[in-house]
T-cell receptor
């Protein structure tokens, strides 16, 4: 039973560039959420996708956008990268958007220079 | 919004010792989970426990929803238990559905 998988695991980008991170949910899961974790902090909710639509969004600017595909996989896009976007980006999946155990992937470490 | 506070922020134990980690939250919640984040960054799900008590090997957790706190017990700690332990809560209303709100974590170091 495959867990949540993310790619790439590490990447370095230059300020102003754009980045795309990818996530495949745990087998049988249909809901994907994205979180940003800065060093020494707890993860912060970016947004959640269910039925290919963004259901909920945290306090992040429009530079952060996403997509969910019919196979439930998801992408997180960040435009016009800032140094402050350097963080661990975590994808989580669950069965349904509410009230079920949420599982996380290993994350994508993004460094903006 | 809801606040989640974890204590202690740091904990150093000798291998074999027991510990209790606490999570307080400021409002009623529908979902509460405990996670262990390993040194490589992965969040491992320990318990889904919006109320009641659960046990899994050397770990157990209790959530008293009416008093807005949860406890994670680690018995006979091992060096592999080191890492950061997070408590996260979710509310199914007020636009918070699907949004896990994390505490700042407890950093546990188990010495051999």
């Amino acid at each position: 039973d495959a867990g949540v998988t993310q790619s790439p695991t590490h990447l370095i980008k230059t300020r102003g560039q754009q980045v795309t991170l990818r996530c495949s949910p745990k087998s049988g899961h249909d809901t994907v959420s994205w979180y940003q974790q800065a060093l020494g902090q707890g993860p912060q909710f970016i947004f959640q996708y269910y039925e290919e639509e963004e259901r909920q969004r945290g306090n992040f600017p429009d530079r952060f956008s996403g997509h969910q595909f019919p196979n439930y996989s998801s992408e997180l896009n960040v435009n016009a990268l800032l140094l402050g976007d350097s963080a661990l980006y975590l994808c989580a999946s669950s069965l349904g958007p509410l009230g079920n155990t949420i599982y996380f992937g290993e994350g994508s470490w993004l460094t903006v220079v | 919004g809801i606040q989640v506070e974890q204590s202690p922020p740091d904990l150093i134990l000798q291998e074999g010792a027991n510990s209790t980690l606490r999570c307080n939250f400021s409002d009623s919640v529908n979902n509460l989970q405990w996670f262990h984040q390993n040194p490589w960054g992965q969040l491992i799900n320990l318990f889904y426990i919006p109320s009641g008590t659960k046990q899994n090997g050397r770990l157990s957790a209790t959530t008293v929803a009416t008093e807005r706190y949860s406890l994670l017990y680690i018995s006979s700690s091992q060096t592999t238990d080191s890492g950061v332990y997070f408590c996260a809560v979710e509310q199914f209303y007020g636009g918070s559905q699907g949004n896990l709100i994390f505490g700042k974590g407890t950093k546990l170091s188990v010495k051999p």
